[in-house]
């Protein structure tokens, strides 16, 4: 985390300058100590980052084009002669329980068209779709076993 504040220091600066440097060294270091005393940071935790850093790409992407093959059945709906869409509200319990994966997925339906997260609560999510399809990829969707792929590395 250190390495990564100061060379987000020197970028945001847009020069390389002794006091830049300094400053940046000062900076990281103190942001790395207050995280540490008042928000629970531990230096393994860039550790097990680092370890996820592939899986959270994979995610990325994959979230990139699910939003995209989302955006064209979403047009399709809108676009069509006749309106097909048909609103409902679906609830179901995945089996994950990490609070990172639990709200990654949240965001990652709430992000895709057609779909918004309502609730997320202990006992599962109720999520808002524009057809009962759409409702039924979200209970089978990718995101569910990516995000399981996530929690396993804790």
């Given amino acids: 985390m250190p390495l990564i504040l100061f ?7 847009g020069r390389v300058t ?9 900076v990281a270091f103190l942001a790395c100590l207050f995280c540490r005393k008042y928000m629970g940071y531990h230096w393994q935790k860039d550790r097990i980052m680092m370890k996820k850093a592939g899986k959270l790409a994979r995610y990325t992407l994959t979230l990139v084009w699910e939003m995209i093959l989302a955006n064209i059945q979403v047009i399709k709906l ?3 002669p006749r309106i097909n869409i048909r609103p409902c509200i679906i609830h179901f319990q995945p089996p994950i329980k990490s609070t990172f994966a639990r709200v990654l997925l949240a965001n990652s339906i709430t992000l ?11 006992k599962g999510y109720s999520v808002h779709a524009l057809t009962p399809e759409i409702a039924k990829s979200v209970e089978d969707s990718i995101f569910i076993r ?5 929690e396993d590395e804790d």
């Fill in 146 to 150: 990516l995000a399981r792929e996530l």
């Fill in 112 to 122: 895709t068209p057609g779909t918004i997260t309502g609730i997320l609560t202990d």
């Fill in 7 to 13: 060379l987000l220091w020197i970028l945001l600066n």
């Fill in 78 to 80: 809108v676009l069509s």
């Fill in 18 to 26: 002794a006091d830049v440097i300094a400053s940046g060294i000062a």
